[in-house]
């Protein structure tokens, strides 16, 4: 894959470059366990099927607009997620796109990370 290939597919599935660093810059400015959440979440929502730049850069923004409004009200994690983040991530996912595959070790991840960062302890 060429350079231009490259960031096109990257541009695709992240959106546009401007609005993909200013999401990375209201992410930064969550309290420490909500940007965890939210790195989790993201990384899961990597997974899904491009659709289109704005429609992807929009999940992401409205992803960052979801937890800031949590983290101004105080309100908890699992009380955004609740107790299955891979249910909650892929209803939120199915919002902006018709879906992707996602590997069950990422659903795994992604449920661990949320346990993470609610505070809670994982289950061995």
């Known amino acids: 894959m060429s350079d231009a290939e490259k960031s096109g597919f990257l541009a695709k599935v992240i959106g546009p470059r401007k609005r993909w660093k200013a999401y990375k810059a209201r992410k930064e400015q969550l309290p420490e366990n909500h ?38 009200d105080g309100t908890p994690i699992r009380e955004i997620v609740g107790q299955n983040p891979v249910e909650f991530a892929d ?34």
């Open 35 to 72: 940007r965890a959440a939210v790195d989790a979440i993201e990384r899961y929502l990597m997974h899904f099927v491009p659709t289109d730049a704005d429609s992807n850069a929009a999940t992401f923004e409205d992803l960052a607009d979801l937890f800031e409004q949590a983290a101004a």
């Open 91 to 124: 209803a939120f996912a199915q919002n902006y796109t018709e879906g992707g595959y996602v590997p069950a070790r990422e659903k795994k991840r992604l449920a661990d990370a949320i346990t993470r960062a609610a505070g809670e302890e994982s289950e061995k």
